[in-house]
């Protein structure tokens, strides 16, 4: 039968843990939410750029067959996520019902042009790129121009760097925050029983067999943390699909995976290396710096 103080020792050794697999939790939950943040920030980001388009206006000498097979042609470019073909008769019949009159009574003639709207896959739409297109585009023997906002472009591009910068700063601080905050309670944990590890060196066990009980128990504490901040993160991920459907947070299964094993190493690494190096720092200290 298991005495006062054995019963005692017990449920304060278990307190430890949950409070360690809390803490760590907790932080791994921040760390999931920033994870979440910047994997869902690139997808925003590649969506408004692939609804940047660039127009090519076609000559009038150009015929259908010869529309037929550069429309087929631009198709099945790198650069090209779709296009959309919109005929002079089209073009003409769009303007008159923005301008609320038919102004070819006026004219007596459409000059408008044949035009092809390329969206561009989001790794194009950049001012280099474009221009490059423009150029490509300004030389192909069926066009007569090419048109598309120069401004927005830059814009674009200047601020998704601008709020990449930042975002990219705000996960080197978070994280961080999260290896302190981490670190700090495993060494907690093990500053509890830095006498044993000082009577196991004593008697002659190696520095390598003592700290390996150390380290399994703590990755054991951090993949329970994981899992306990992962089912938060899918709590926050199931309302924030209610929320914003259209961002397809259930159904992008890649950010998922790699939300899911980022959760997961980061747990692995960070209490590794923290209860090596805590394990290190008592094995290292005298008998007497241990009351310090």
Known sequence: MPSKFETYQKRRLASSYISVVISIALVLFMVGILGLMLLKSALV????????????????????????GFKASLQKENFTKRIIYTSKKQAAKQYSKEIGEDFLNFLGENPLKNGIDIYLKADFVTPG???????????????????????????????IKKISFWLLILSGFVGFIAIILINSSIRLSIYSKRFNIKTMQMVGATKGFIRKPFIWQSIKLGLVAA?????????VIYYADKFA????????????????????????????????????????????????
Do not use: H, M
């Open 45 to 68: 980001a590649n969506r408004v750029k692939e609804k940047v388009a660039i127009t090519l206006f076609l000559k009038d000498k150009v015929t259908s067959k010869q529309i037929n």
């Open 129 to 159: 790129k474009i221009e490059e297109l423009e150029t490509k585009f300004l030389k192909n023997a069926f066009v007569a121009d090419v048109s598309y906002d120069k401004l927005l472009i830059n814009l674009l591009t200047k601020n």
């Open 227 to 235: 899992i306990i901040a992962l089912l938060g993160l899918a709590v």
């Open 245 to 292: 459907p259209s961002l397809g947070f259930l159904k992008d299964y890649i950010s998922l995976a790699y939300l899911t094993g980022g959760v997961l190493l980061t747990a692995f690494i960070i209490t590794w290396l923290s209860t090596f190096f805590a394990t290190q720092r008592f094995l290292n200290l005298r008998t007497d710096e241990l009351y310090y």
